[in-house]
């Protein structure tokens, strides 16, 4: 089955130090691959997604990510952790079938940012 | 530019009473419709999607119903509510036509069945 993991239940980084949140994925052909964010009792804001090309994807709130074929990985990073970005955060691959579009998602890596 | 609404944000039901649950989306037409459910603030559960008015794919089988009355209106419901039905759902909408689309959340209503 296709699928994403996140081999990390929870992440700790200190506030201004590089933090990276792993993703892996198990396609097969080219996948396409998204992270979101959500913060506390609120809905899921998308970050970025990895269609095709460049192989470092940049988002929203200073968030990049970078799609390695040959380690099946879509990490997430961030060159200086902000308190603020606290919060869980969903890998997840998009496919379709039945007549729609469904996505896959990751169970969810909490970061926590201490000041 | 589009806007998803949730309603209620918060609820809390006793076991055995009904449930209805509304999530309309702003500013664009024809989009894919869902519901997730969120237990204990992790993984996400896909419970129904909608690709028009009418149309309704049950993920899991369970206590609830969906229906989309309107192009832009999707309505999560039960007819009586269990314990295990607490959680956070989510309702999302993504543009039809490409499966790279992201999909996009509403804010989420947070049920409690006591």
């Known amino acids: 089955a296709q699928s994403v993991a996140q081999p990390e239940d929870q992440v700790n980084v200190a506030e201004g130090n590089p933090l990276t949140v792993k993703c892996t994925y198990s396609v097969s052909g080219n996948p396409y691959l998204f992270w979101y964010v959500q913060y506390p009792n609120r809905g899921l804001q998308f970050l970025l997604k990895?269609?095709?090309?460049?192989?470092l994807v940049k988002g929203s709130y200073g968030f990049e990510a970078e799609f390695n074929k040959s380690q099946t990985s879509f990490h997430l990073k961030k060159p200086s952790a902000l308190v603020s970005d606290s919060a869980l955060y969903f890998c997840?691959?998009?496919?379709?079938?039945?007549?729609?579009?469904?996505?896959?998602f990751g169970k969810g890596t909490k970061l926590s940012v201490i000041p | 530019s589009q806007t998803i609404h949730q309603w209620p944000a918060t609820l809390v039901q006793p076991v055995g009473s009904p449930l209805s649950l509304e999530c309309t989306v702003e500013?664009?037409?024809?989009?894919?419709l869902y519901w997730y459910r969120q237990a204990a603030g992790r993984g996400l559960q896909l419970l129904f999607y909608s690709v028009g008015i009418g149309q309704i794919s049950s993920e899991v089988p369970q206590n609830l119903s969906a229906s989309r009355p309107q192009d832009r209106q999707f309505i999560l419901s039960s007819k009586k509510l269990l314990l295990s039905d607490s959680g956070f759902y989510l309702c999302?909408?993504?543009?039809?036509?490409?499966?790279?689309?992201?999909?996009?959340f509403g804010p989420g209503t947070r049920l409690t069945v006591l």
């Open positions: 997840a691959y998009p496919w379709s079938g039945a007549g729609s579009y469904q996505l896959t």
């Open positions: 999302a909408w993504s543009m039809l036509d490409y499966n790279y689309n992201e999909q996009f």
């Open positions: 990895y269609i095709t090309g460049d192989n």
């Open positions: 500013g664009t037409s024809n989009p894919n």
